[in-house]
């Protein structure tokens, strides 16, 4: 059963918490147990540093966050697809463990139900949507950093879905995002996904990390020959550290360093978290539908959620919502979302069917106050910022994270890479000394 092995994936991680700073001084902290943190730390451990993962949550894993609901299903709040997933690093380690990869090619690869929506119009939506792609490509990188809304056809009637497409892929609409950071990502075309959940599979990554949780850093002391890092149980000394909270909190100024790095802050300001969050719905008589398919809620809008029947063939609907549209019913609670669903899904299925769904769980990423948002997207203009963000500091002060990542950002391998590369270099720089 699924929800056993995520289980004891979560269990391991009882081993190496560190429940108080009596040792607070070591080589190199990494803020932040996320996906970059984790495996920052894994590679550090490797070459035999001294580490400590200091987390904000009760739990590892961040934005990478499985939960199993009560009929034993695993859920990923956040990250679930393995994009990108032949060459996709977290697929080998699922594996490793144990996990069970689903490779049933994804809805948005497939077509969508008809129901409103015929198969005729499909073809016609589809093509508009490459066009789109196409003229975004070629133009891109030639131009100034433009909004990706500049490449959409005036007279496209297509307009209002290609921008729900933005909303799901970036968390906003076109007319917020940089065409050439958004051209620069890379994607395989090939989307898989873990049974157990891929939250599980990043947060079992640092099972025998030594780790302290509950325990946000506030700032960043670097004016000293070894840095002090403040946090609410205590003060850390440390000759390094990786950074890997996200963008967004970098840009609010959350964790402080002293002095200021004002470098920082500008280049996480171009790179906000935008909204995307799932509600996972209970579907009774679920076998009318096929299992993996879409439906859109609206096709002639970008306010609209895009729903997911039954995933891995379970009696479940995964409605997705993203952009101003999530952002709006975030500010009015878990239930505007479901209400949200219902309105949708009777407007195309007629009105009996809201006896058939019930809510299980939603997380709204953008209130959650140690991610504020879902991932990062590049404002018009800030298409260098991830490259800046990503710079290290003096060779002391690291940083990771998805919104660091050059093409894979947004993502939670992306993020698993920037880890790697930021923990490289610091060894390189310690065997440098
Ligand atoms: C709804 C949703 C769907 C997604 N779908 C996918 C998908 O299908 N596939 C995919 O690859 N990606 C997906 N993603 C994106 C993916 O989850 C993220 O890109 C990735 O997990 C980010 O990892 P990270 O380590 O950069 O950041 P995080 O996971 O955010 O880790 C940063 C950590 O820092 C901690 N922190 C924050 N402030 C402090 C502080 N002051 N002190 C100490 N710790 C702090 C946080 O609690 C967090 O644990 C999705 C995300 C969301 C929200």
Aim: proline share 5%; charged share 25%.
């Amino acid at each position: 059963m699924a929800s056993d092995l995520a289980n004891d994936l979560a269990s391991n991680l009882a081993s190496n918490l560190v429940s108080n700073l009596a040792n607070n001084d070591v080589e190199v902290v990494v803020v932040g147990g996320g996906a970059a943190g984790i495996a920052a730390a894994r590679r550090l451990r490797e070459a035999s540093i001294d580490c400590l993962v200091v987390e904000a949550r009760p739990r590892l894993g961040g934005r990478a966050w499985t939960v199993i609901d009560g009929s034993g299903f695993a859920l990923d709040l956040g990250c679930g697809w393995l994009h990108s997933a032949d060459r996709n690093p977290l697929r080998g380690i699922a594996e490793e463990q144990g996990a069970s990869i689903d490779k049933t090619p994804p809805p948005w690869q497939r077509p969508s139900l008809e129901i409103g929506f015929p198969r005729a119009e499909q073809n016609d939506f589809h093509n508009a949507l490459q066009s789109f792609f196409a003229r975004l490509e070629r133009i891109a990188e030639r131009e100034s950093d433009l909004p990706a809304a500049t490449f959409l056809d005036p007279g496209s009637r297509w307009n209002g879905l290609i921008n729900a497409v933005s909303t799901y892929i970036s968390g906003a609409e076109w007319d917020r995002i940089s065409a050439k950071d958004f051209d620069r990502y890379e994607d395989s075309g090939v989307n898989w996904r873990v049974l157990e959940g891929l939250g599980s599979v990043v947060s079992a990554c640092g099972a025998k990390l030594p780790a302290m949780l509950d325990c946000p850093v506030q700032r960043i002391d670097h004016r000293g020959k070894r840095l002090r890092i403040e946090t609410t149980k205590g003060v850390i000394t440390a000759d390094q550290v990786i950074v890997t909270i996200p963008s967004s909190l970098l840009a609010k100024e959350q964790l402080v360093f002293t002095p200021a790095l004002p470098q920082k802050t500008e280049a996480a300001v171009g790179l906000p978290l935008g909204y995307d969050d799932k509600l996972f719905m209970s579907l009774d008589d679920a076998d009318e539908f096929a299992k993996d398919v879409r439906l859109f809620g609206h096709t002639d809008r970008a306010a609209t959620a895009v729903y997911h029947f039954r995933p891995f063939g379970r009696p479940q609907i995964e409605a997705y919502f993203g952009g101003r549209l999530a952002a709006e019913l975030e500010a009015n609670g878990d239930a505007a979302f479901f209400d949200f669903a219902v309105s949708e899904l009777t407007g195309s299925l007629g009105n009996d069917f809201r006896r058939r769904v019930k809510p299980i769980q939603i997380h709204r990423w953008g209130c959650d106050p140690f991610s504020l948002g879902a991932y990062s997207y590049a404002l018009p203009g800030s298409a260098g910022c991830r490259q800046a963000l990503a710079e290290p500091v003096d060779n002391r002060l690291f940083f990771a994270g998805e919104a660091c990542s050059l093409a894979d950002f947004s993502t939670a391998h992306g993020a698993w890479h920037t880890g790697v590369i930021a923990a490289d270099h610091l060894i390189a720089v310690r065997t440098k000394r």
